[in-house]
């Protein structure tokens, strides 16, 4: 049980940097186009 715990918990943790760094690129080139 805690392993399947902490597989979910990294997952879960690549899933929202993945997309946190996704939205930073995709803010970064809206922020250029405004500018």
Same mark, same amino acid.
């Given at each position: 049980?805690?392993?399947? @715990? %902490? $597989?979910? +918990?990294? +997952?879960?943790? /690549? #899933?929202?940097?993945?997309? $946190?760094?996704? %939205?930073? @690129? @995709? #803010?970064? &080139? /809206?922020? &250029? &186009? %405004? @500018?």
């Amino acid at each position: 049980d805690q392993i399947i @715990k %902490g $597989f979910a +918990a990294i +997952a879960a943790m /690549l #899933f929202a940097g993945g997309c $946190f760094i996704l %939205g930073i @690129k @995709k #803010f970064s &080139r /809206l922020d &250029r &186009r %405004g @500018k």
